[in-house]
């Protein structure tokens, strides 16, 4: 499949078809044959994914530096025996850009180029990192890819951009319009951005949309203490239990540690089975690599026990959100029954 045109590729890149790069200017989807021998391995370790989660500090604004500070953590996943490595939010570049942006920025026909030793090494594990994507049109995308077998499988925007508090992202990101799980060799994945995962409705979607991984990565700052410790830690980790189990799905939470312009990023990544348990956690406030088995069978075990995506009813929430989207701004008066 040749690359459309340029209007059309923005909506391309997005779609549920999981996409590949095989050169700067070809695109296509996973082939059977890979499909196939990817899953033959997961079978064969027992009907279990082994996932990394790479909690590190990125080198703000030095896309060269952390390419092969990505490089060096995905080899120490490969040395683990994972079959998945997954890295914060814009890990490539660091979070606090600003008009930065630009400079870091990667259109998709340039990954061959930039990213060749992420690609390379892809081929041995998959990855998931975040990154600043440039559209033809010269938007700007907070966005996460997923790479395997040596090709640009997946790319996630950032669909809810938070511009309160510390956050600004909405002078310097356009927002993505798309949330959609995608297949991939080693099961059927959704990514969501930080902000995307506080909307609980993103995390329905994906699910809805048959994701068994739920894939998140952050770069959530610490913001005070409270009995439970660091605040925002203990904020989200249950909204990742909350969503594992209400979703019956596998989340996996990647965060980033280190300061940027004075801020300081927090760490406490997670790995939540479909039952709300905490599987695996990272120590808070430094890079460590954790390493975590997740059996099918736990799937299998919570949607029998609690099969919430069986009785989702699709049919009246659209219908609801259709009624609540010809409300007028004003609002309407209830209806009294």
């Keep these: 499949m040749d690359v459309p045109n340029s209007r059309k590729w923005d ?7 999981p996409l590949c790069y095989d050169s700067p200017l070809h695109i296509s989807p996973f082939g059977k044959a890979e499909e196939m021998a990817r899953q033959q391995a997961v079978d064969r370790s027992g009907g279990r994914l082994r996932v990394a989660v790479a909690q590190i500090e990125p080198v703000l604004g030095n896309l060269k530096a952390n390419v092969s500070l990505h490089a060096d953590w995905i080899r120490r996943a490969i ?14 570049t660091g979070y606090l850009l600003q008009d930065l942006v630009p400079e ?9 180029a930039r990213l060749r030793p992420l690609l ?5 594990i998959a990855v998931v990192a975040g990154f600043v994507e440039e559209t033809p049109g010269h938007r700007y995308h907070n966005s996460a890819m997923f790479l395997e077998g040596g090709r640009v499988r997946h790319v996630h925007r950032k669909v809810y951009l938070p511009t309160y508090g510390m956050f600004d992202e909405g002078r310097f990101f356009a927002a993505g319009d798309r949330l959609q799980a995608f297949a991939t060799p080693l099961g059927r994945m959704g990514i969501l951005i930080c902000e ?3 909307h609980p409705s993103t995390s329905l979607v994906m699910a809805q949309d048959g994701a068994d991984y739920l894939v998140v990565l952050s770069a959530g700052p610490t913001e005070g203490m409270d009995r439970r410790g ?5 904020t989200w980790k249950n909204l990742a239990r909350v969503t ?3 979703q019956t799905l596998y989340v996996i939470y990647a965060n980033r540690v280190g300061f940027e312009d004075g801020i300081n990023f927090s760490g406490g990544s997670c790995i939540i089975d479909p039952a709300g348990e905490t599987l695996q956690e990272a120590r808070l406030l430094q890079e460590e690599l954790v390493v975590c088995d997740l059996p099918r069978a736990s799937l299998r075990r919570a949607r029998t026990l609690l099969p919430l995506l069986r009785d989702e009813r699709l049919p009246v929430l659209a219908r609801e959100v ?4 010809a409300v007028p701004a004003t609002g309407a008066p209830r209806r009294r029954r």
């Design 196 to 198: 995307d995962f506080w």
């Design 230 to 234: 660091l605040a925002v830690h203990a």
């Design 11 to 17: 909506t391309c890149i997005v779609s549920s078809t």
């Design 244 to 246: 594992a189990q209400m």
């Design 104 to 112: 870091v920025a990667l259109p998709l026909d340039q990954m061959d």
């Design 79 to 92: 040395r683990r025996g994972a079959d998945l490595v997954v890295f914060p939010e814009l890990s490539l």
């Design 322 to 325: 259709q009624r609540l989207l």
């Design 120 to 124: 390379d090494l892809s081929r041995r």
